[in-house]
């Protein structure tokens, strides 16, 4: 598999709750291709998976978000499921911390109901987005283009649908965590 990602470290902010499948296959997927990856919570120990309504497994977090550093990071993985975006929405270091990457212009990847929380980091108006069904009022509400589509990259944001999705999500992921938005934004002033 190709080493796209070497080097590159990829936050994955989760609460208990989370689609276990929506974090475990993208983050399979990142670490293939060389990507060190990190459970980052509001919990300190350990984080618990969901299989749509039936417990998971549970995860080791590696740091909790209330000393998460997001200029460690250069992406950050946002797994739906539920219950986890509603409490990271209502969690102020969590949501700093999704904002964090948007204002240094690192690349995002949110499927299913995170996008949630990217509503409420206030980072969804004027983009096309997609999500799982239920969200897309919100999402309109919130200014955001909606549209039913497997997955839709803008600007640097990765959004899809369901875990159906997650092959053409996690293609997506690789290819937009390996550019180098930074640079490209500091090419693009210079031109």
Request: proline residues 6%; negative net charge.
């Amino acid at each position: 598999m190709t080493q796209a990602l070497n080097h590159k470290k990829i936050a994955i902010l989760i609460a208990d709750g989370f689609e276990q499948v929506e974090m475990t296959e993208p983050r399979k997927a990142l670490d293939e291709a060389g990507a060190q990856t990190f459970i980052i919570s509001p919990n300190d120990d350990t984080v618990q998976g969901w299989n749509h309504f039936d417990k998971g497994d549970t995860f080791p977090v590696d740091v909790p978000v209330n000393s998460a550093n997001p200029a460690e990071y250069d992406a950050l993985l946002l797994p739906g499921g539920v219950a986890n975006p509603d409490q990271l929405r209502v969690n102020e270091k969590a949501v700093q911390f999704i904002q964090s990457f948007f204002k240094a212009g690192k690349p995002v990847a949110a499927i299913c109901h995170a996008p949630w929380t990217l509503i409420e980091a206030e980072i969804v108006k004027g983009r096309q987005i997609t999500s799982w069904p239920s969200l897309q009022t919100d999402l309109r509400n919130a200014g955001a283009q909606w549209v039913d589509q497997e997955v839709v990259t803008d600007n640097g944001l990765v959004t899809s649908r369901k875990p159906q999705d997650i092959p053409a999500f996690n293609r997506a992921i690789v290819a937009a965590f390996a550019v180098d938005r930074q640079q490209e934004q500091q090419l693009s002033s210079v031109r």
